[in-house]
């Protein structure tokens, strides 16, 4: 505390990242990074952009990054002028919540759910209500049939895993169509549908998206979002105000890269899809529940064990995981889909732990 702190400071609370523990030979299944990393290719093109042209400025609209994205969209309909680039979604949302979300109305989110929501919200000294998720843990359209500003929430869901189908998604834009709803699509590259397609139907529905999870570039600090081009403009006068140049040209040379590479996007993808296939089986038959997840990761309970202490006991192993002190889910571990291998490690460790 200081008496030179801004009056918002003193009341924020802020976000707290999981961990990324500086020890080598970790299993680390604690913050849904891909365990593949990036496509060749993206190395080679980061490579060829380490050079002379770092004494100049990127490309403050990061035109050809917006183009490479859009071109991956093309079969939604989508154009560069849908397309807002970030540094990391984490930067995307904290624009949206400022350049959207912010209403006289309170914001709508799940009371499970991406924690950093309600910290954009103190930051931006916005007012919102979370609507409880059904004792399966699974988002309720009809849950959020009142008066709002907005409504945001991931899909999947983190750190549940559980999606929406389409459907749902296009009724809850139907329902609401003067607010603003925001769906973060962090987790969407592992087997969930992505709204994308609606967009050009729904003026108010904005999709955000990461290149940290799906396309292993966590280290980049790249993502964007998509809708209708005011909310995009919204976007841009935010940036515009904030930051001219949240790209660097390192992460645009990355980042068209990953974007037109689709063949080693779609094999990790399927490879992370196919490991968590294998791993589900493997730990209901230790007695886990497990819900169902179309994400990078699962979320687990076992009944005769704390999380914490589940957490504990495989730290102790090397083994990092995901453990949130938060009412309705402290019973559950978060586990990152990681390689076969680290897989086959959790759940080794897991069986010695629970002999
Ligand atoms: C639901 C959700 N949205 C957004 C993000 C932010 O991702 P990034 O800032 O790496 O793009 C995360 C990160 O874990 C997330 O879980």
Known sequence: MSEYWS???????PYVPGEQP??????????NESPYGPSPKVLEAIREATGDSLRL??????????????????????????????????????????ALLKHGRPLLFPDLTYSFYPVYCGLYELR?????????????VEDYRRPCGGIIF???????????????????????????????????????????????????????HTLSKGRGLAGLRLGFALGQRPLVEALDRVKNSFNSYP????????????????????QTRQAIQASRGRLVPELEGLGFEVLPSLANFIFARHPAHAGADLAAALRARGIIVRHFRLPRVEAFLRITIGTDAQCRILADALREILA
């Open 7 to 13: 009056e918002v400071v003193h009341r924020l609370t």
């Open 128 to 140: 919102y209500e979370t609507v409880p998720l059904d004792e399966a843990f699974q988002i309720r």
């Open 247 to 266: 790209i660097d040209r390192l992460a645009m040379a990355g980042g068209i890269a990953a974007m037109e590479d689709r063949a080693y996007f779609d």
């Open 22 to 31: 500086k020890m080598a030979n970790l299993v680390k299944l604690n913050t």
């Open 57 to 98: 400025y990127p490309d403050p609209n990061a035109d050809r990054l917006r183009e490479a994205i859009a071109g991956f969209y093309a079969p939604q309909g989508l154009e560069p002028g849908q397309v807002f680039v970030g540094n990391g979604s984490d930067e995307v949302l904290a624009v949206a919540f400022q």
């Open 154 to 208: 991931p899909n999947p869901n983190a750190p549940t895993g559980r999606w929406l189908p389409l459907e749902a998604i296009e009724r809850l834009l139907g329902e609401h169509p003067d607010a603003p709803v925001v769906i973060d699509e962090a987790y969407v590259d592992f087997g969930c549908e992505t709204a994308t397609g609606l967009i050009n139907r729904h003026p108010n529905l904005l999709v955000t």
